[in-house]
Structure formats: C-alpha cells, structure tokens
C-alpha cells in the first residue's frame, strides 16, 4: 500500500471509532480553541507516525477521535454517543449550567467506549428521553419544556439492565451505563424491572433529595469518612503507645489485640462523631498516664488496708491467746494443776476436777 493510501486508512479508522476517558480526567475542561489546538496538533503526530507505525498512529487517533468530539460538543452544544446499542443524542448541553456542562464535555474527550461513562454525569438533571422520528436513536433534550429528572444506573456483568438510552461502557459490553425517566413510554409487561427501578428511584429522591446513584455515593463516602476516622484513631493509640515502649494493634479471628488499653482511651476521647482533636494521641498518652497512676495508688491503698486487716487480725488473735491463757492459768490454779496439765484435760476431766477442788474446799 502506498504511503498516501496508508494514510487515508488511518484517517478513517480515525472517524469510526468511538473513544472516551483518555488521557485526561473528567474535570480536565479546555475552551473551544484548545480542544482544536490540540486537535491539530495530535493530527499532524498523527500523519507522521503513519509513515512510521499505523498501529501508534491508530491508537494516537482515538485520542483524536475524542478531541474532535468534545470540540464539537461545546461548539454545537449536542454530541453523540454510540456503542453496542442504540446511539444517544444528547441535546443542549449548556442548560446544565457552566461547571457542570463543561464536565459533561470534558468527558466526551475520551478512549474508546468508556466515554458512554458521561451519561451518569446526567444523574438526577432535567432532561426529556425520547426517540427520534426514525426510532433509531435516543435523544435526551436538556431543554424541553416537557423535561422531568432523570436517574442513572449502572450494571455490570451479570447484572440488570434498564429500558431506554443506555451504552456499553467498556469495550466488551460487560459493564453499562444508561438513563431512565418518567418521559420515557414503557410497557408495563416488558419493562416491569425499569419501572420497578423507577418507582424506587423517585422515592429515593422524595425522601433524601438525591437519586439512587447520588446516595449510594453519599453512603459510599459516609462509610470511607468512618473508616478513616477510626484508622486515625488506631493511629493515635499507636503513637501514644510508642511512647510508653508498647506494641499497639487491632486484633483480628488468629492474634488478639494489643495495648488495649490505649486503644480504649483513643476511643473513649475520640468519640463515636465529630473531628478528631489535632493532639489526639497526646490526649490517649496523657489519659493512660493518669488511669496508669490511678491503678497504682489504688493498689498501694488497697495492700495498706491490707496490711491494716492483717495487723489488726493478728492484735486481736495475741488478745484472745492472752485471755485464754489467763484463764487457763485461774482454772489450774483452783484445780491444782498446772496450765500444761490443764490444757492436757478434756472439757469433761476439767469439770471433774474443779467439782473436786470445790469439795475439798480450795475453791
């Protein structure tokens, strides 16, 4: 093939293919003359690298492919998105407002078929889903006067996938993404899990003020934001632990925890809401401190009231053996005997012999 031909081929590979989310982010928003800037730019990479590589000079196309669409987007304020499903027409892209519209386009400057991605950017915006006259391509118009809100979702392999616009959002079709709304004419027997999703997608939105995407997300970064509380809490009792020359961790179902103690105190001054204080783990050495010295002068107190019992246990055990013995030596004394031979007598034996010392007279 010659040279001129070569490059015809990769010029139209160029047109056909669909591309989205390149090299850039969602929020990498360029005006008009920088799109076309770059656009122009990467095309005459383009026609070089097809004397050098077709391969590269392909790849490097579906990036062209993206800048022209996102140019055209924000030119003509409309775009279309295509995959293994029907195309949408996304009309009137400047009623979403400045920030947002701009992202919307930003998308559109993709690799491959993830751009189909940017519809979700149109979760819980007002838009009109209808088809056109041909009832070839869906067309959301973000500016009829017959517009209602629209709801995202989202499915993956496996997963249930909605009636109206939607497209593939990977290149094998295993993952999806699309746009349902009360615009949209459904058949109650063949669209009964849309309206299902619907119906729960409005009550959603009643409820919380957000669409079933937006508060999943919500959910999302509620959790992440607890989570990382509480790792900023282990953190602190690890710190504070450091400092006492103490092994602090989470134990798990093998290995128990370890310098519980202060993992309690983080907790306890943490909290369960709110900000972690900056000197957190200061507050979790201090607070172990103080329980520390608590525990120590507790138990001083507690071997000083025992000593106190054994001591007075012990005086009042030496006053009982005095008594007795006082009153052994009285009662051998009247029974003649000593105290030794006294004690040697059962009970029975000493009754018998203070009878005697009575009838004898010496008692």
């Given at each position: 093939?010659s040279p001129?031909g070569?490059?015809?081929?990769?010029l139209?590979n160029i047109?056909i293919?669909?591309?989205?989310?390149?090299r850039r982010?969602v929020?990498?928003?360029?005006?008009?003359?920088d799109?076309?800037?770059?656009?122009?730019?990467l095309l005459k990479?383009v026609?070089?690298?097809?004397?050098?590589?077709?391969?590269?000079a392909?790849?490097e196309g579906?990036i062209?492919d993206?800048l022209?669409?996102?140019?055209l987007a924000?030119?003509?304020?409309?775009?279309?998105l295509s995959?293994?499903?029907?195309?949408?027409?996304i009309?009137n892209?400047?009623?979403?407002g400045?920030?947002k519209?701009s992202?919307?386009?930003?998308?559109?400057?993709?690799w491959?078929?993830?751009?189909?991605?940017?519809?979700?950017v149109?979760d819980?915006?007002?838009g009109e889903?209808r088809l056109?006259k041909?009832?070839t391509?869906?067309?959301?118009?973000?500016a009829s006067?017959?517009s209602?809100?629209m709801?995202?979702?989202?499915s993956?392999?496996?997963?249930?996938r909605?009636?109206?616009?939607?497209?593939?959002?990977?290149?094998?079709?295993?993952?999806?993404c699309?746009l349902?709304?009360?615009?949209?004419?459904?058949?109650?027997?063949?669209?009964?899990h849309?309206?299902?999703?619907?119906?729960?997608?409005?009550?959603?939105?009643?409820?919380?003020g957000?669409?079933?995407?937006q508060?999943?997300?919500?959910q999302?970064e509620l959790?992440m934001?607890?989570r990382t509380?509480?790792n900023?809490?282990?953190?602190?009792?690890?710190?504070?632990g450091k400092?006492?020359?103490?092994v602090?961790s989470?134990g798990?179902?093998?290995?128990?925890?370890?310098?519980?103690?202060?993992?309690?105190?983080?907790?306890?001054?943490?909290?369960?809401e709110?900000s972690?204080?900056?000197?957190?783990?200061?507050?979790?050495h201090a607070?172990?401190?103080a329980?520390r010295?608590?525990e120590e002068?507790?138990?001083?107190?507690?071997e000083?009231?025992?000593?106190?019992?054994r001591?007075?246990?012990?005086k009042?055990?030496?006053e009982?053996?005095?008594?007795?013995?006082s009153?052994?030596a009285?009662?051998?004394?009247m029974a003649g005997v000593s105290?030794?031979?006294?004690?040697?007598l059962?009970p029975?034996?000493q009754r018998l012999?203070?009878?005697r010392a009575?009838?004898?007279g010496?008692?």
């Amino acid at each position: 093939m010659s040279p001129k031909g070569r490059k015809q081929k990769v010029l139209k590979n160029i047109c056909i293919h669909a591309v989205c989310f390149g090299r850039r982010t969602v929020t990498d928003c360029m005006n008009t003359r920088d799109y076309k800037t770059e656009a122009d730019e990467l095309l005459k990479r383009v026609v070089h690298l097809e004397q050098v590589s077709s391969d590269t000079a392909k790849r490097e196309g579906f990036i062209l492919d993206g800048l022209r669409r996102a140019q055209l987007a924000q030119e003509e304020d409309k775009v279309f998105l295509s995959g293994y499903a029907m195309g949408v027409l996304i009309l009137n892209i400047s009623a979403l407002g400045q920030e947002k519209a701009s992202r919307f386009i930003a998308g559109c400057n993709g690799w491959k078929s993830h751009t189909n991605h940017v519809l979700s950017v149109l979760d819980g915006e007002k838009g009109e889903i209808r088809l056109n006259k041909a009832g070839t391509c869906w067309v959301i118009d973000l500016a009829s006067p017959h517009s209602t809100t629209m709801f995202a979702w989202t499915s993956g392999p496996r997963q249930m996938r909605f009636s109206g616009p939607r497209l593939n959002t990977t290149n094998g079709g295993a993952h999806w993404c699309g746009l349902v709304s009360e615009t949209l004419s459904l058949h109650p027997e063949k669209s009964k899990h849309t309206l299902a999703f619907l119906q729960k997608a409005k009550e959603t939105f009643a409820v919380h003020g957000m669409t079933p995407m937006q508060w999943n997300r919500h959910q999302d970064e509620l959790e992440m934001a607890r989570r990382t509380r509480a790792n900023e809490v282990v953190q602190a009792a690890v710190e504070a632990g450091k400092r006492d020359g103490v092994v602090v961790s989470l134990g798990n179902w093998l290995s128990p925890s370890l310098g519980v103690v202060y993992l309690e105190a983080a907790e306890h001054i943490a909290g369960t809401e709110g900000s972690l204080p900056a000197d957190l783990a200061d507050q979790v050495h201090a607070s172990v401190a103080a329980k520390r010295q608590v525990e120590e002068e507790a138990k001083i107190m507690a071997e000083l009231e025992a000593e106190a019992t054994r001591l007075a246990e012990e005086k009042a055990k030496a006053e009982a053996d005095a008594t007795r013995r006082s009153e052994v030596a009285v009662a051998s004394k009247m029974a003649g005997v000593s105290p030794e031979a006294w004690e040697a007598l059962s009970p029975k034996q000493q009754r018998l012999a203070l009878h005697r010392a009575r009838l004898s007279g010496r008692i």
